[in-house]
């Protein structure tokens, strides 16, 4: 399977995510067996759901620079081992790691325009958009509002009781077609190490939350 072999590794970590089902549940394990049409997983918790479910898999590589991601359906299951069919390296796909987590926040903040790539810029512009995720490598908004890419602006937010000034830069612009509106993907520029890590610290929290909730769900 050529690149694919790099992250199909006996004893590597794997995401394994419901697709198809509301409840949409997350489970980690490890892979404990390789043969050439199947694999074997072993959970850190016995799996409770149909068999033949149908799941999203991610297997991230040595480096955690990449991630291995494919769809497979899940063949047998005896508490917390799943047998699980191979995927063809056709359907497998390879992509770059975000590396930080993200988790949704859907709060209203105001953004300051100060400068777009090396340009500063001395306005009062007011810029309302829709924080609707961050990491602790930056934040997508979601505006009315469209942007260029390099496009540099500060805003203030708080998140459990921490205030933040953080500054960003636009990197992606998209369409976004739920709303119609532009979502803005944007990187931190200038963050301190400890603010960094206060956010990182939220979104784990917040992601351990979100997990609870999607088990009480079922």
Same mark, same amino acid.
Do not use: W
């Given at each position: 399977?050529?690149?694919?072999?790099?992250? +199909?590794?006996?004893?590597?970590?794997?995401?394994?995510?419901?697709?198809?089902?509301?409840?949409?549940?997350?489970?980690?394990?490890?892979?404990? %067996?390789?043969?050439?049409?199947? @694999?074997?997983?072993?959970?850190?918790?016995?799996?409770?759901?149909?068999?033949?479910?149908?799941?999203?898999?991610?297997?991230?590589?040595?480096?955690?620079?990449?991630?291995?991601?494919?769809?497979?359906?899940?063949?047998?299951?005896?508490?917390?081992?799943?047998?699980?069919?191979?995927?063809?390296?056709?359907?497998?796909?390879?992509?770059?790691? !975000?590396?930080?987590?993200? =988790?949704?926040?859907?709060?209203?903040?105001?953004?300051?325009?100060?400068?777009?790539?090396?340009? %500063?810029?001395?306005?009062?512009?007011? @810029?309302?958009?829709?924080?609707?995720?961050?990491?602790?490598?930056? =934040?997508?908004?979601?505006?009315?509002?469209?942007?260029?890419?390099?496009?540099?602006?500060? +805003?203030?937010?708080?998140?459990?009781?921490?205030? +933040?000034?953080?500054?960003?830069?636009?990197?992606?612009?998209?369409?976004?077609?739920?709303?119609?509106?532009?979502?803005?993907?944007?990187? +931190?520029?200038?963050?301190?190490?400890?603010?960094?890590?206060?956010?990182?610290?939220?979104?784990?929290?917040?992601?351990?939350?979100? !997990?609870?909730?999607? %088990? %009480?769900?079922?």
């Amino acid at each position: 399977m050529g690149m694919v072999d790099n992250f +199909f590794i006996v004893g590597k970590s794997i995401n394994i995510k419901t697709v198809g089902d509301c409840s949409c549940l997350s489970f980690e394990g490890i892979i404990k %067996k390789i043969e050439e049409y199947s @694999f074997t997983v072993e959970l850190q918790e016995d799996y409770e759901q149909n068999n033949c479910q149908k799941v999203e898999c991610t297997i991230t590589n040595e480096t955690k620079t990449k991630v291995c991601i494919f769809e497979s359906i899940i063949k047998n299951v005896n508490k917390n081992i799943l047998d699980f069919k191979k995927p063809h390296k056709d359907n497998v796909k390879i992509a770059q790691r !975000r590396q930080y987590v993200r =988790v949704p926040v859907d709060k209203e903040v105001n953004c300051y325009l100060i400068g777009i790539n090396d340009k %500063k810029i001395e306005s009062n512009k007011v @810029f309302p958009a829709i924080l609707k995720d961050i990491g602790g490598g930056g =934040v997508l908004l979601n505006s009315a509002l469209s942007v260029p890419i390099g496009t540099i602006f500060t +805003f203030e937010i708080t998140l459990n009781n921490n205030k +933040f000034l953080l500054t960003i830069k636009v990197l992606r612009s998209m369409e976004n077609e739920e709303d119609g509106n532009i979502d803005l993907g944007c990187k +931190f520029i200038g963050i301190n190490d400890a603010d960094r890590q206060k956010i990182i610290s939220y979104c784990n929290k917040q992601q351990v939350i979100l !997990r609870r909730k999607k %088990k %009480k769900a079922v």
